[in-house]
């Protein structure tokens, strides 16, 4: 091959107008299960409350006929709970040149800015209302927390199925945080029925399990032949549609227990505060009893201009509401 000598190419041209897609292309992953799930409440106060009752388990009941002096029988009274509201926010300032020029694949920088910043934000609600996070009444130098998930669940909703140290569950009212275990071990089905189990037992009816990415694979492999004494004994599937091929299916999505069907929901938004810093929780949901109070939902804020720049701020103040944690449990320090 030759080319012509004074042939024109594109290595020696001159100003070729650059082709730059249109389109921004982002992969952040914006699933925020818990978030979702939760029910959406009012706070009129930084410290907002609530509470909670039972029913005292079945027991004899039988009098004799004719009795003529009944005596009263205790009754427990509700127990009222509490948490705070916290304060999440990200300030963004953008020069008036940068407001003015024509980007590709997005508006005006602000807008973009603060439309990412409201997605960051989502994640951060993820994390922190799913924490082992005790809650924090504040002060002039410190941010208030609000109790994340974990530090409601008491020892009789809650099971530790790692190895080493001394796990503890929390009290189960948010004052305080629950104690992991030092190691993280595989997820089995015995330790999944048992937090089933002490769901039901205590009366509660979860149907969801929102777990971390590698507890999700764990569970899709008990399903697989060969997978020894955890195995669920359940042999590979082969999906065939008409005359296409065969598909198989190695993915566990829903679990029927002997107490209840149960949505299996990944979350990589997990807060990632189990042994050795990873996302070792699973949380067995009834969601009808988790709410996000709200003291200033999302909105923005133009704060004063100084010089040649806009600044915005994006603020939210908001609290875990845990309407009754005997609905739910959860299984820690697993992979």
């Given amino acids: 091959m030759a080319i012509a000598s004074d042939t024109a190419l594109t290595y020696s041209g001159v100003e070729i107008r650059e082709d730059l897609s ?25 410290l907002y409350q609530w509470q909670t009752d039972s029913i005292t388990a079945g027991a004899a009941n039988r009098v004799i006929e004719g009795d003529d002096s009944p005596a009263a029988v205790t009754s427990p009274q509700p127990t009222k709970l509490q948490n705070y509201c916290q304060i999440s926010r990200y300030v963004l300032q953008t020069s008036g040149t940068d407001q003015v020029v024509n980007y590709a694949g997005r508006g005006k920088a602000q807008a973009y800015q603060l439309a990412k910043a409201g997605k960051r934000m989502k994640r951060d609600m993820e994390v922190m209302l799913t924490s082992n996070t005790a809650r924090v009444v504040g002060s002039a130098t410190l941010a208030r927390a609000t109790a994340g998930a974990q530090t409601w669940f008491p020892t009789a909703c809650w099971v530790d199925g790692g190895t080493g140290g001394s796990a503890a569950a929390a009290t189960g009212d948010g004052t305080d945080t629950r104690t992991n275990a030092t190691s993280t071990v595989a997820a089995t089905e015995v330790n999944i029925k048992a937090t089933i189990k002490k769901a039901y037992d205590n009366g509660g009816q979860p149907d969801m399990i929102i777990v971390p990415a590698l507890v999700k694979q764990t569970i899709s492999g008990l399903a697989s032949v060969g997978s020894g004494s955890v195995s669920l004994g359940i042999p590979p599937r082969n999906q065939v ?19 209840g069907t149960f949505k299996i929901v990944p979350d990589r ?4 505060d189990g042994p050795g810093s990873v996302a070792a929780t699973c949380f067995f949901m009834d969601m009808d009893y988790w709410a996000i109070s709200w003291l200033r939902p999302f909105h923005t804020v133009e704060l004063a201009k100084q010089g040649d720049s806009v600044k915005s701020m994006l603020i939210a103040e908001y609290g875990l509401v845990s309407r009754n944690s005997a609905s ?8």
Avoid: E, H, Q, R
């Fill in 241 to 259: 549609s008409g005359s296409g091929g065969a598909t198989a299916v190695a993915a566990v999505d829903v679990y029927v227990s002997d107490f």
């Fill in 22 to 46: 249109d389109v921004i292309y982002n992969i952040a992953p914006m699933d925020t299960p818990f978030m979702s799930g939760c029910a959406k409440t009012k706070a009129d106060n930084t």
């Fill in 328 to 335: 739910s449990a959860i299984l820690a320090s697993v992979k």
């Fill in 269 to 272: 938004n997990l807060a990632a």
